[in-house]
């Protein structure tokens, strides 16, 4: 997710992305992201080992301790923390606010049927950490369009990746999404797709995108589309294929903003190309 955020932050028309950046937020991504998965980890070692498909992860094997756990989350925070140091001091104290989320959403499954949203929340930050790491701040009709549509792109996929316990959440008695939504996760689904497409839609117009991006979106919608429509919420198989083709959604948007800012230079030309034959 954080590839296509920090590539739809403003470049120059008919530029890549800057590099420095994209490698800052792909480690940054890497970094934050497995301390989030950590931090799940520690809050959840007991619940893990009562459901088959996390009853191997370390903690809850017993194969690390807390206190090693919580040695490696330090490790994995000051390396996060040195990327953040390398961006301005908007970015800095915009980064440094997602933390609390990143520690409380684990807990958000045993207080809420909502616990995708928050997580939705935290994972999608860098929608807006990428525009204001190249200008110094936010420009919110661009950034809060696109952190939705993050935000539902996350019910999406991770609504889909929560049916694959659904059984064992019911019994140790946990909460998500796919227990609230139930037969009618599809439509669910389906509303949360629409949004997101809408919200990319309002985040191209607003920053000037063109053609390939608007083809991005497109295809992007019909790869949802197919992936919601077969999808078999009762195997849990099934649920991981679709969960991790949304790697597919991140490459499209990806390549889809990429060549979206390319293609302006060339509108730019076929504008200035008149002017001066005049």
């Not at 070692?45 to 191997?56: E, F, L």
């Not at 200008?135 to 694959?164: K, N």
């Not at 599809?186 to 497409?197: D, H, I, N, V, Y």
Request: glycine share 8%.
């Amino acid at each position: 997710v954080v590839l296509p955020e920090a590539a739809a932050a403003p470049t120059a028309p008919g530029c890549l992305p800057d590099w420095h950046t994209l490698s800052l937020f792909g480690i940054g991504a890497v970094l934050m992201r497995g301390a989030g998965c950590t931090i799940n980890d520690m809050w959840d070692r007991d619940y893990d080992k009562k459901v088959v498909r996390t009853a191997s992860r370390p903690l809850a094997a017993g194969e690390i301790s807390t206190f090693q756990s919580f040695v490696f989350l330090g490790g994995q925070l000051s390396l996060a923390l040195c990327v953040l140091l390398c961006l301005n001091y908007y970015s800095i104290i915009l980064g440094a606010a997602s933390l609390s989320l990143v520690i409380t959403y684990p807990l958000m499954k045993r207080i809420t049927y909502w616990p995708q949203l928050v997580l939705g929340l935290t994972f999608n930050w860098g929608a807006l950490l990428g525009w204001s790491a190249i200008r110094g701040s936010c420009e919110w009709s661009v950034c809060l369009p696109l952190y939705f549509a993050g935000v539902m792109w996350t019910l999406v996929y991770d609504t889909i990746y929560a049916h694959q316990d659904k059984r064992d959440d019911i019994i140790i008695g946990v909460k998500s999404t796919a227990l609230h939504f139930k037969e009618d996760t599809k439509q669910w689904l389906s509303g949360f797709s629409l949004a997101m497409l809408l919200s990319l839609c309002m985040a191209g117009m607003n920053c000037n995108q063109t053609f390939p991006y608007y083809s991005a979106v497109a295809a992007v919608g019909a790869h949802l589309a197919h992936q919601i429509y077969t999808l078999d919420i009762d195997k849990p198989e099934d649920c991981w294929k679709k969960f991790a083709s949304n790697r597919t959604v991140g490459v499209l948007l990806f390549t889809g903003i990429v060549l979206g800012n390319l293609w302006k230079r060339k509108d730019s030309k076929n504008v200035e190309e008149p002017l001066e034959n005049k």
